[in-house]
């Protein structure tokens, strides 16, 4: 009797170490406890024998006969290999490919690929007469470098339109948006469209109100927009999309401890890196701690930053424009997306960030006012926040401007 209990405690406490174990390298993401997601496949098989290979590149959805394929890029610079077993003809969209960017194709000549290009939307018809593959690949073709743009916490409303025209009219090659364009019902699908048809190509890092909103939403964010880890290059320079979106525990565990360990085995000689992320190490502002928040957390990710001699760090979060060092980084805060910067002051002061990469050098930033319209300040947010943080005044005030569209 006594030797069946022990090897029923056995079983159990093996179960229990299993599951322990499992979570522990895995993760567990709160609030809202649950379970890291799943990583990304790498590579799809349609229903008529084509496997496509991803990189740079995720894949949106298919239509309901798996003829017609949806996929965004997350990089300047991505490509796809595409295998067929037989002859076929296969039409697929690619969204957010670089201004200029051209295809190149390599395959056998059983493969004929033909594009069409709408913004930064590319049309694609291959086909295929015979078993064979064809590797698709986008290129710049400016080699040298060139700038991008930064900005985060715009929700997904008219002031997410005016910064994504705001960045048109700049020349920056992308823009590197630190997450929270979801802050009420229906952002979420109106930024996905506007991301969709940007004239810069946008990669995203995931924000808190995306991953978490009165509910998990962030399924919407893997499936439509990008990972919520992932690494690419430009130009020379290694930029790094982190998520800190809401918190780790372990810290060091999921894809975002998969992409360190990836990070920390790469030998690529790079003249500079940049990281960015949604929530920041410190909070710029007196007597605040808007900040990751984890338990152990902030240590754990500044030692693996340092080890990677990673010198600045983007972020958002708090909606403001500031710079600091914490602890051997410059952090810099770019979260002046709402522009509500420009209510308190009764003038246009928000910014956004420029970072110039040039090959065999280090980036440059510079801060560029955002310039918005005081017609575009529509964000439900701003009479909360008003409300919550600020005088009566200042809401009367935003009241009237917002009827009357000119500055008191």
Same mark, same amino acid.
């Not at 090897?7 to 895995?26: D, E, K, L, Q």
């Not at 997904?156 to 700049?170: D, F, H, I, P, T």
């Not at 399924?219 to 439509?224: G, Y």
């Given at each position: 009797?006594?030797?069946?209990?022990?090897?029923?405690?056995?079983?159990?406490?093996?179960?229990?170490?299993?599951?322990?174990?499992?979570?522990?390298?895995?993760?567990?993401?709160?609030?809202?406890?649950?379970?890291?997601?799943?990583?990304?496949?790498?590579?799809?098989?349609?229903?008529?024998?084509?496997?496509?290979?991803?990189?740079?590149?995720?894949?949106?959805?298919?239509?309901?006969?798996?003829?017609?394929?949806?996929?965004?890029?997350?990089?300047?610079?991505?490509?796809?290999?595409?295998?067929?077993?037989?002859?076929?003809?296969?039409?697929?969209?690619?969204?957010?490919?670089?201004?200029?960017?051209?295809?190149?194709?390599? @395959?056998?000549?059983?493969?004929?690929?033909?594009?069409?290009?709408?913004?930064?939307?590319?049309?694609?018809?291959?086909?295929?007469?015979?078993?064979?593959?064809?590797?698709?690949?986008?290129?710049?073709?400016?080699?040298?470098?060139?700038?991008?743009?930064?900005? @985060?916490?715009?929700?997904?409303?008219?002031?997410?339109?005016?910064?994504?025209?705001?960045?048109?009219?700049?020349?920056?090659?992308? +823009?590197?948006?630190?997450?929270?364009?979801?802050?009420?019902?229906?952002?979420?699908?109106?930024?996905?469209?506007?991301?969709?048809?940007?004239?810069?190509?946008?990669?995203?890092?995931?924000?808190?109100?995306?991953?978490?909103?009165?509910?998990?939403?962030?399924?919407?964010?893997?499936?439509?927009?990008?990972?919520?880890?992932?690494?690419?290059?430009?130009?020379?320079?290694?930029?790094?999309?982190?998520?800190?979106?809401?918190?780790?525990?372990?810290?060091?565990?999921?894809?975002?401890?998969? +992409?360190?360990?990836? +990070?920390?085995?790469?030998?690529?000689?790079?003249?500079?890196?940049?990281?960015?992320?949604?929530?920041?190490?410190?909070?710029?502002?007196?007597?605040?701690?808007?900040?990751?928040? @984890?338990?152990?957390?902030?240590?754990?990710?500044?030692?693996?930053?340092?080890?990677?001699?990673?010198?600045?760090?983007?972020?958002?979060?708090?909606?403001?424009?500031?710079?600091?060092?914490?602890?051997?980084?410059?952090?810099?805060?770019?979260?002046?997306? +709402?522009?509500?910067?420009?209510?308190?002051?009764?003038?246009?002061?928000?910014?956004?960030?420029?970072?110039?990469?040039?090959?065999?050098?280090?980036?440059?930033?510079?801060?560029?006012?955002?310039?918005?319209?005081?017609?575009?300040?529509?964000?439900?947010?701003?009479?909360?926040?008003?409300?919550?943080?600020?005088?009566?005044?200042?809401?009367?005030?935003?009241?009237?401007?917002?009827?009357?569209?000119?500055?008191?």
């Amino acid at each position: 009797m006594s030797r069946k209990f022990t090897r029923r405690n056995f079983v159990m406490a093996s179960a229990i170490a299993g599951i322990g174990g499992y979570t522990y390298h895995r993760g567990l993401r709160y609030p809202r406890l649950n379970f890291e997601h799943l990583a990304y496949a790498n590579s799809v098989k349609l229903s008529q024998n084509v496997i496509v290979e991803m990189i740079d590149v995720i894949l949106i959805r298919p239509n309901d006969h798996n003829t017609y394929v949806s996929f965004r890029s997350i990089a300047p610079e991505p490509s796809l290999l595409l295998k067929s077993q037989l002859e076929n003809t296969l039409s697929l969209k690619v969204q957010n490919i670089a201004n200029g960017a051209i295809l190149n194709t390599v @395959g056998s000549n059983t493969v004929e690929v033909h594009e069409s290009i709408n913004g930064l939307e590319r049309d694609i018809e291959i086909t295929f007469t015979g078993e064979s593959e064809v590797h698709l690949q986008w290129q710049l073709p400016e080699k040298n470098g060139g700038r991008f743009a930064v900005i @985060g916490d715009t929700g997904g409303g008219s002031e997410l339109n005016w910064l994504l025209k705001r960045v048109a009219e700049l020349d920056v090659q992308f +823009l590197l948006h630190l997450g929270d364009f979801n802050y009420s019902e229906g952002e979420y699908d109106r930024a996905i469209e506007q991301f969709k048809s940007s004239q810069k190509p946008c990669y995203v890092s995931i924000g808190n109100h995306d991953f978490n909103d009165s509910g998990l939403v962030y399924q919407k964010f893997i499936d439509q927009i990008g990972p919520m880890n992932h690494t690419f290059t430009f130009a020379g320079t290694r930029f790094v999309n982190l998520d800190s979106a809401v918190d780790f525990f372990p810290a060091s565990a999921g894809r975002r401890g998969d +992409l360190f360990d990836k +990070l920390n085995t790469d030998e690529n000689p790079y003249f500079d890196q940049v990281y960015f992320t949604h929530r920041p190490f410190q909070d710029p502002r007196d007597g605040r701690d808007h900040v990751i928040g @984890g338990i152990g957390e902030i240590d754990w990710l500044n030692q693996k930053l340092q080890s990677l001699k990673c010198e600045n760090l983007l972020t958002g979060h708090v909606h403001k424009s500031a710079e600091l060092d914490y602890k051997g980084i410059h952090q810099w805060t770019i979260g002046e997306g +709402l522009g509500f910067e420009d209510i308190i002051h009764q003038r246009q002061t928000s910014q956004l960030l420029i970072g110039t990469v040039e090959v065999g050098r280090k980036v440059s930033y510079q801060w560029m006012p955002i310039e918005m319209p005081w017609s575009y300040h529509t964000s439900p947010a701003h009479e909360i926040k008003l409300k919550l943080e600020h005088s009566t005044k200042k809401l009367e005030w935003y009241k009237q401007v917002m009827q009357s569209n000119t500055v008191i």
